[in-house]
């Protein structure tokens, strides 16, 4: 009953306080939500048979809500805490003040970072998991999903190129430098670019969004991390397929091949965005990121 109540209702656990290793204590600490629900996953209860009867329209509409709310809060807050890192976003709740009508780069990076990641941990398979995963998983993609959702409301908006909220350019401004404009183009352009040729739904990007995460390949997943990561993966891959296979009928699993794809191309943007700023670090140019945005970076 106890795991059926939490993955069913996506109830989220009460944080351990034991180090996550109550179960190695004596007397072992039964009432530990954390370490139980993990214990229950290591003895091969499975998530995946509780969660194939979720509808998908639900599944969609639960997404939905959570967008909403990050788009409002990128749109007219700004986080009240001004070093935030990934590790107090995972541990305590995130409060915001109602932002100013001017942000620098600097500004907007910060908080575009804060509400992805906020949004992230919103995610069944994010707060499921230990403390460990979870801090692995939202380091290695928030880069990722920011850039995705970014490129999704620049499609819905009819620009071609990544802007901030405000309109404002996603590089530091002040680079003039001819041998980076290609690679700057590609991280304007590219990833909106594909989201054009594939005439995206928001159903389809909401989706793409939490499969994109859900990858139990990441180094330094526990067991149990890469169980929930693949379990939630297969749910809503087979949730995309029911749904293009209502809206494309026979052309169903083409699309959802096309769609996949999109994955490859999210990676590349974060290639050419980590190259352009080990570029800018290398020829000794002056620009401002916090320490959060380069958790999720892999600078020099």
């Not at 788009?71 to 915001?96: A, E, H, M, Q």
């Not at 910060?110 to 707060?127: A, E, G, N, Q």
């Not at 965005?273 to 990121?289: D, E, G, H, P, R």
Request: include cysteine; charge should be neutral; glycine fraction near 4%.
């Amino acid at each position: 009953m106890f795991f059926r109540r939490h993955v069913v209702r996506t109830v989220p656990l009460r944080p351990c306080t034991g180090g996550e290793s109550c179960y190695n204590l004596i007397p072992t600490v039964h009432e530990c939500q954390c370490c139980r629900f993990q214990k229950c996953i290591q003895t091969g209860m499975t998530i995946l048979t509780l969660l194939q009867k979720t509808d998908f329209h639900k599944t969609i509409q639960t997404l939905s809500e959570w967008n909403y709310n990050r788009n409002i809060t990128i749109f007219n807050c700004y986080p009240t805490d001004i070093d935030l890192n990934v590790s107090t976003i995972i541990s305590g709740p995130v409060r915001y003040t109602p932002r100013a009508p001017y942000l620098d780069f600097q500004s907007w990076t910060y908080t575009s970072t804060v509400t992805t990641i906020d949004f992230m941990r919103k995610f069944p398979f994010l707060y499921f998991s230990k403390l460990q995963d979870q801090e692995n998983l939202i380091k290695a993609y928030f880069v990722k999903v920011g850039s995705l959702c970014a490129a999704f409301r620049a499609y819905s908006e009819g620009n071609g190129f990544l802007t901030f909220p405000d309109g404002s350019d996603v590089l530091p401004p002040g680079v003039m430098s001819p041998d980076l404009e290609d690679l700057e183009n590609r991280i304007r352009c590219r990833l909106v670019g594909q989201l054009i040729e594939l005439q995206i739904t928001m159903e389809e990007f909401l989706f793409m969004l939490v499969i994109l995460i859900t990858n139990p390949a990441i180094p330094n997943l526990s067991e149990t991390g890469r169980i929930l990561s693949s379990s939630y993966r297969n749910l809503y891959t087979s949730a995309l397929f029911e749904y293009c296979m209502l809206t494309h009928q026979k052309y169903g699993p083409t699309r959802l091949t096309d769609l996949l794809s999109l994955s490859h191309v999210i990676s590349k943007h974060y290639e050419d965005l980590n190259q352009y700023f080990v570029l800018l670090q290398l020829n000794n140019t002056v620009f401002q990121i916090k320490y959060i945005v380069r958790e999720g970076l892999d600078l020099l």
